[in-house]
């Protein structure tokens, strides 16, 4: 059965760093992976993503800061965030698409910023 496992969360200060893993087991191979984040009492929202082909997005929020990433024998996703900064604390969660088009949802780790 699917299952994607997130870690790499925690609390940092302004200015700091943090990477995130999401790593999937149990897909044969995907091809579309994404890192979504979720503030309190705010919608969940796309930060970033990246295909099988390795072409990357970046909300504008988090462009120059945040890495995208993804180690296709592993079916991993990392998200490498820099020069953190109090908005960016949320909830967040890993998306992977697998070659059939199903998506899958990771269990969502928190990131604390503080100033």
């Known amino acids: 059965q699917v299952q994607l496992v997130e870690s790499g969360g925690g609390l940092v200060q302004a200015g700091g760093s943090l990477r995130l893993s999401c790593a999937a087991s149990?897909?044969?191979?995907?091809?579309?992976m994404a890192w979504y984040q979720q503030a309190p009492g705010k919608q969940r929202e796309l930060v970033a993503s990246?295909?099988?082909?390795?072409?990357?997005y970046y909300a504008d929020s988090v462009k120059g800061r945040f890495t995208i990433s993804r180690d296709n024998a592993k079916n991993t996703v990392y998200l490498q965030m820099s020069s953190l900064k109090p908005e960016d604390t949320a909830v967040y969660y890993c998306?992977?698409?697998?070659?059939?088009?199903?998506?899958?949802w990771g269990q969502g780790t928190q990131v604390t910023v503080s100033s």
């Open positions: 998306k992977i698409r697998d070659v059939r088009l199903d998506d899958y």
């Open positions: 149990g897909i044969i191979s995907s091809i579309h």
């Open positions: 990246i295909g099988s082909g390795g072409g990357t």
